[in-house]
T-cell receptor, first 115, second 114 residues
Framework: QKEVEQDPGPLSVPEGAIVSLNCTYS??????FMWYRQYSRKGPELLMY????GNKEDGRFTAQVDKSSKYISLFIRDSQPSDSATYLC???????????????FGQGTTLQVKP | NAGVTQTPKFQVLKTGQSMTLQCAQD?????MYWYRQDPGMGLRLIYY???????DKGEVPNGYNVSRLNKREFSLRLESAAPSQTSVYFC?????????????FGDGTRLSIL
C-alpha cells in the first residue's frame, strides 16, 4: 500500500462545476499538506499549503485537512477551462531536528474542464 | 524572476551513456531536491540536499549520483544510463532548513534512454 493514495482520474466536468479532489494517507506523522497544479509539460506549481487539520480558502480554491480520517481535499468552485491540469497532493512530516522537508506525492488527478 | 532553472529540457541517450542534469535556483534557498515523474507513479524523490555541503538518498537513488556544487546549484548524474531511467526529472528548492516552506519546482528535463 502506498503512503499516499490519489485517484488518477481522468475527471471531466463542465465549466462552472464544483470539483472535488481527494487524497488519503496512512502515515499519521504527516503534518504539512500541499496541493500542486501541473500543466502539460510544465513543473508542479504550488496551489495550496496547509498545516495540520482545518480549512484554507484562496479565491475559488479551498483545501481541507481531516487528520483524524487521514483525508485531504481540494475544492474548486466555478471551474474554468484554464483549471484543466493535473493536481498533485503532497505531504510531509517533520524529520526531527533536521526538518529536511521531504515530500511524499500522490499519483496526481487529471482534470478536464469543458467549455 | 527565473526561480528554478533546469538544463537541458530534452535529451535522448543510448544505454550505457552518461549524463549530468543541471539545476540552479536564484531564490537563495538552502534545500534542493531531485525527483523523477513516471506515469501513474507521481513524483518520487531521488536525492536531496538539505543544506549546502550535504546530500542524502531519497526513495529511488539507485543508478544516480548528485553534487551540491554551491548554494545555487544541484546536479544529478547518470553514470551508465538504462532504459528504466527514461522519465521526466524535476528539480525543486525550498527556503530555510528551519522553516516549513513548500518546495518550488523547475519545468523538468525529459530524458529518453534507448
Amino acid at each position: 500500500q502506498k503512503e499516499v493514495e490519489q485517484d488518477p482520474g481522468p475527471l471531466s466536468v463542465p465549466e462552472g462545476a464544483i470539483v472535488s479532489l481527494n487524497c488519503t494517507y496512512s502515515n499519521s506523522a504527516f503534518q504539512y499538506f500541499m496541493w500542486y497544479r501541473q500543466y502539460s509539460r510544465k513543473g508542479p506549481e504550488l496551489l495550496m499549503y496547509t498545516y495540520s487539520s482545518g480549512n484554507k480558502e484562496d479565491g475559488r480554491f479551498t483545501a481541507q485537512v481531516d487528520k483524524s480520517s487521514k483525508y485531504i481535499s481540494l475544492f474548486i468552485r466555478d471551474s474554468q477551462p484554464s483549471d484543466s491540469a493535473t493536481y498533485l497532493c503532497a505531504m510531509s512530516a517533520r524529520d526531527g531536528s533536521s526538518n529536511t522537508g521531504k515530500l511524499i506525492f500522490g499519483q496526481g488527478t487529471t482534470l478536464q474542464v469543458k467549455p | 524572476n527565473a526561480g528554478v532553472t533546469q538544463t537541458p529540457k530534452f535529451q535522448v541517450l543510448k544505454t550505457g551513456q552518461s549524463m549530468t542534469l543541471q539545476c540552479a535556483q536564484d531564490m537563495n534557498h538552502n534545500s534542493m531536491y531531485w525527483y523523477r515523474q513516471d506515469p501513474g507513479m507521481g513524483l518520487r524523490l531521488i536525492y536531496y540536499s538539505a543544506s549546502e555541503g550535504t546530500t542524502d538518498k531519497g526513495e529511488v537513488p539507485n543508478g544516480y549520483n548528485v553534487s551540491r556544487l554551491n548554494k545555487r546549484e544541484f546536479s544529478l548524474r547518470l553514470e551508465s544510463a538504462a532504459p528504466s531511467q527514461t522519465s521526466v526529472y524535476f528539480c525543486a528548492s525550498r527556503g530555510t532548513v528551519i522553516s516549513n516552506q513548500p518546495q518550488h519546482f523547475g519545468d523538468g528535463t525529459r530524458l529518453s534512454i534507448l
